[in-house]
Nanobody, 125 residues
Framework: QLMVVESGGGLVQPGDSLTLSCAAFGFSLRHYAIGWFRQAPGEGRKAVSC????????YYADSEKGRFTIASDDAKNTVYLQMKTLKPEDSGVYYC??????????????????WGQGTQVTVSS
């Protein structure tokens, strides 16, 4: 059974850093793209970043460029989202998701098939 599980959320202050983890089960990250998404209360789900198992390429939404870094550890079959200089508007439930992509790079607009349960990030003073 294919599944992804997020962890690492919490309550932090503006300007702090936080790293989220997305552990993959039942498949190899080398053949899949992993995306991170954020959903704030009352808003739709927004794509934040993705990384390609195909070639390791990574993409970010404009508002996250320079502050967020996505990385994959194939040995642990886990993808990380390092978030720095956090702002209150970064708050929300963060989801990771997977889509089969053995031969192409990820895209923030891909239709991802396997979703985790989400982890809450709250940035507040």
């Amino acid at each position: 059974q294919l599944m992804v599980v997020e962890s690492g959320g919490g309550l932090v202050q503006p300007g702090d850093s936080l790293t989220l983890s997305c552990a993959a089960f039942g498949f190899s990250l080398r053949h899949y793209a992993i995306g991170w998404f954020r959903q704030a209360p009352g808003e739709g789900r927004k794509a934040v970043s993705c990384i390609s198992g195909y070639d390791g390429s990574a993409y970010y939404a404009d508002s996250e460029k320079g502050r967020f870094t996505i990385a994959s550890d194939d040995a642990k079959n886990t993808v990380y989202l390092q978030m720095k200089t956090l702002k209150p508007e970064d708050s929300g439930v963060y989801y990771c998701a997977a889509v089969y992509a053995a031969f192409h790079r990820c895209s923030l607009s891909d239709n991802y098939d396997y979703w985790g349960q989400g982890t809450q990030v709250t940035v507040s003073s």
